[in-house]
């Protein structure tokens, strides 16, 4: 990877529009909008405002960053679409950086970061020397109590600003083979399928 790549990274997993444009070890723009909704809406402009301020087009890009969650399903569903859409058109690699991996870029290992999932549930994954545990969905205590003697990041606690910690990842990662992004679930959609028969097709 060159020194001077330039990544743009992007998430709207949570009530949020983040990105930020990274050059090396330069941040050269970011900005974290708080929205409960409106993601799909805003991210695009947001993208192309962050890349105006630092002077730069779509085609200066080596490479995007996106956050794939856990989070909100309809969220991480609309930066996952846009950075793999983006990516083919700019025949540039997408590189999908999970909520986790962000949260403990930087951090001495081992490590554990414990996200909020509501319903007094948390996600939580484990980072050593050797690698990453498998991330989990349980109750927050169980969590808490499994991670006892582990240091544990929560978001607020992360060294960098979420987009910012993305890019740095999906730095990292430039120019090793990469899969596409791909939404992290650890949890099922809310909605449910209707609970009508579905309509009969007349010949």
């Not at 779509?58 to 969220?75: I, K, Q, R, S, Y």
């Not at 050593?128 to 498998?134: F, I, K, M, P, V």
């Not at 205590?141 to 060294?159: C, F, H, K, R, W």
Request: proline content about 9%.
């Amino acid at each position: 990877m060159r020194n001077d790549a330039l990544i743009l990274a992007f998430d709207t997993s949570a009530a949020h529009c983040a990105a930020a444009l990274l050059q090396g070890e330069t941040v050269l723009a970011h900005r974290v909008e708080e929205m409960a909704k409106g993601q799909a809406e805003r991210l695009m402009p947001l993208l192309e405002e962050l890349l105006a301020e630092a002077g730069y087009g779509w085609h200066d890009l080596a490479g995007l960053g996106v956050g794939v969650g856990p989070g909100n399903f309809t969220g991480v569903r609309i930066s996952v679409s846009a950075a793999r859409g983006l990516a083919l058109s700019l025949g540039i690699p997408a590189i999908g950086v999970s909520t986790f991996e962000a949260v403990a870029e930087g951090a001495a290992r081992p490590v554990a970061v414990l996200l909020d999932a509501r319903r007094g549930e948390a996600y939580a994954q484990r980072f050593t020397q050797a690698g990453a545990d498998a991330p989990r969905l349980a109750p927050a205590e169980i969590l808490q109590a499994e991670l006892a003697g582990t240091p544990i990041l929560g978001p607020d606690q992360a060294a960098f600003a979420l987009p910012v910690a993305m890019a740095r990842v999906a730095a990292s990662r430039l120019g090793s083979p990469q899969p596409k992004p791909a939404p992290l679930y650890l949890r099922g959609a809310d909605a449910a399928p209707p609970s009508d028969p579905p309509p009969v097709l007349l010949d």
